[in-house]
């Protein structure tokens, strides 16, 4: 009952925020309604049990994701400059599919029946055989690094081509045409440290969100956690350093070849250890062979995985953020 | 004692709706990021009370990451504003210069 | 002794729901940008606080209550540097508190004003948000106009420049 009452207030915020979000013309007006939906659904998941998909969301969509936006709103303009679209074929054609999807989940079996044949075959077969054969207390990790692992590689890799895609557009030399000069841009407007309590603040609390992302990355075997939540958490830190102390100070304390780096590097981890686990003579990414014994391979196997889907993370969310704060004023 | 949670839970999340009004309607900007900021500090309380609700307390690791996101969002607003006057002096000057 | 614990996280928690909802009412009903800042800042702490520390009490002696300690401190720490952040970009946009000018000092850049109230609306409600904000917001720019005008003056020599 008291699901049923928390999901009712969210999820009709999350219309009342989206209607919202399309209705206005002022971006900045959408990217601030945006963060307050990835807000919600991330309490939405939360109540509904899903403890890493709702670290995930809140860290990635409310924080980074934020921060992003508005350094490309820096870049580009604040008004959204499309003429009103009066045609009625993408507003029957969007209804006609809505309706489509919404009988269609009509026939699915009731959001936590036991009856159901997710919940008969599959979910019992992990809960059952992840202390027998992984031995990690977080089923969803052991699925999501074990037994899944080449999805999750997948993921990997399609973080990695989005980081590319992004560094082909933005580029990785000093742009062309006007740019206010280094020194006079940077003064006042390219950083916090004039004002004296967010620097002192921001600073402090680097150190912590940093480790604090490395706590996450480690403990996501016992608790929520795991590569994708602590990369985005050290790239968090990385970012309050660099919105505090100004671009050039951050792409000194973490370098553009260090972070495109560890872009290459995480997602290369990850294959190597599908191939090692080839050449030791199991299947690829069949961590069991890696060790003495299947368990402690499988350990072994999980920890290296996450620690290349946490490089990879941050290296693309830190790659990003200074590819637009390089990029100054046309 | 689970009701006191509930209750709990239920004021937090009347501030919620209160906060996303707020948002939606307010007429500056600043109204926006301000909801943004409030809505932020009350996910983190509403995750807390839940994991004491529902008696998983290991939950509490998303309410300390959330705590030390919140305030990145309002730092990267700050730093827009305030570069926003540079940008609308260069702007002015290169169509000016055109 | 749990009773009384239990009894002690019920008062807090109580207290800290109200004052939480309190924060979002004054949020919707406060007249302007600076005095939704005030209401929503004050209650997000101290509602928090509340709260927290009632749910401290419930946690045993396990981690929980050091995670709950320190969540409790970065909210702490955060929160109101965040509301500095957001009145100060507020400031720097132009957005003007409601205040009267009556000493001749001025919001930063703008000419000095004799007399009257710097906003001309005249609805009754801005009125009366005046005269209970006047006394601190009349303070709030002479703290911020001394040192604003010293880093305007530096500014506008670089911005004279460009």
């Known amino acids: 009952m008291m699901t049923i009452v928390f ?38 998941f939360f109540v509904l049990d899903a403890a890493d998909v709702a670290l995930t969301e809140a860290v990635i969509g409310a924080g980074i994701s934020t921060v992003l936006f508005l350094g490309a709103l820096a870049l580009t303009a604040e008004h959204d400059h499309s003429p009103p679209v009066g045609s009625w074929v993408p507003l029957v054609t969007s209804s006609a599919l809505g309706g489509v999807i919404i009988f269609a989940t009509l026939q699915a079996p009731r959001l ?18 992840t202390p027998l054969l992984i031995d990690v ?24 081509t989005a980081c590319i895609g992004v560094m082909s557009l933005l580029g990785r ?51 929520p956690g795991g590569g994708f939540q602590a990369g985005a958490l050290v790239a968090a830190g990385i970012i309050l350093y660099s919105l505090v102390e100004g671009g050039a100070r951050g792409r000194e304390l973490v370098p553009e070849w260090f972070s495109g780096m560890l872009v290459a590097l995480g997602a290369f981890t990850y294959a190597a250890v599908g191939v090692a686990c080839m050449v030791m003579g199991g299947r690829f990414l069949d961590y069991s062979v890696l060790s003495h014994d299947p368990v402690h391979g499988q350990h072994l196997g ?19 953020f200074h590819a637009f704060s390089r990029r100054g004023i046309r | 004692m689970e009701w006191v949670y509930f209750g709990t839970c239920i004021a937090i999340l009347v501030t919620m709706v209160l906060a996303v009004v707020r948002g939606v309607v307010g007429p500056t900007i600043f109204d926006r990021v301000l909801a943004v900021n409030m809505f932020g500090t009350k996910t983190v309380l509403f995750i807390a009370v839940i994991s004491f609700l529902s008696g998983r307390p290991d939950f509490l690791d998303l309410a300390l990451a959330y705590a030390l996101i919140n305030f990145i969002g309002v730092f990267a607003v ?21 | 002794m749990d009773i009384l614990l239990d009894i002690a996280s019920t008062v807090l928690l109580v207290t800290g729901g109200f004052f939480v909802f309190v924060g979002g009412f004054g949020v919707m009903r406060m007249p302007e940008l600076y005095t939704r800042m005030h209401a929503a800042s004050l209650t ?15 946690g045993g002696f396990t981690l929980v ?76 720019p002479a703290g911020k106009a001394t040192r604003k005008p010293a880093k305007k003056a530096a500014r506008k020599p670089a911005r004279k420049k460009s």
């Open chain 1, 173 to 223: 030399v000093r742009p062309r045409g006007e740019l206010i000069e280094e020194g006079e841009f940077d003064k006042r407007t390219d950083n916090l440290r004039h004002h004296l309590i967010p620097r002192v603040v921001g600073k402090m609390l680097v150190p912590f969100i940093v480790l604090f992302g490395l706590y996450v990355q480690f403990h996501g075997d016992f608790g």
């Open chain 2, 78 to 98: 700050l730093l827009f504003f305030q570069s926003r006057g540079v940008r609308r002096a260069a702007e002015a000057e290169r169509d000016a210069g055109k």
């Open chain 1, 7 to 44: 999901s009712l207030f969210l999820l009709t915020m999350l219309v009342i925020v989206a209607v919202a979000i399309l209705r206005t013309d002022n971006l900045f007006t959408a990217v601030m309604l945006s963060g307050i939906f990835s807000l919600i659904m991330a309490a939405n």
């Open chain 3, 65 to 140: 209550p050091l995670k709950l300690a320190a969540i409790f401190l970065f909210l702490f720490l955060t929160s109101p540097t965040a509301s500095y952040a957001l009145a100060n970009a507020a400031l720097l946009s132009g957005v003007k508190p409601p205040c009267r000018n009556e000493t001749g000092k001025t919001f930063p850049g703008e000419p000095p004003v004799a007399d009257g109230p710097k906003q001309s609306k005249s609805s009754a409600e801005k009125r009366t948000a005046n005269k209970t904000v006047a006394g601190k917001a009349a303070r709030k």
């Open chain 1, 137 to 160: 207390p977080n089923v969803v990790t052991a699925v999501l690094a074990s037994f899944r692992g080449y999805d999750t590689l997948g993921e990997v890799f399609v973080v990695f």
């Open chain 1, 302 to 320: 999980i920890l290296l995985i996450e620690a290349g889907v946490g490089m990879t993370v941050a290296g693309v969310m830190i790659t990003i």
């Open chain 3, 44 to 58: 997000d702490t101290g509602g928090a606080a509340l709260i927290l520390v009632g749910l401290m009490l419930q």
């Open chain 1, 112 to 129: 936590g029946d036991p009856n159901a044949i997710v919940h008969k075959h599959v979910a019992p077969w992990y809960l059952e055989n």
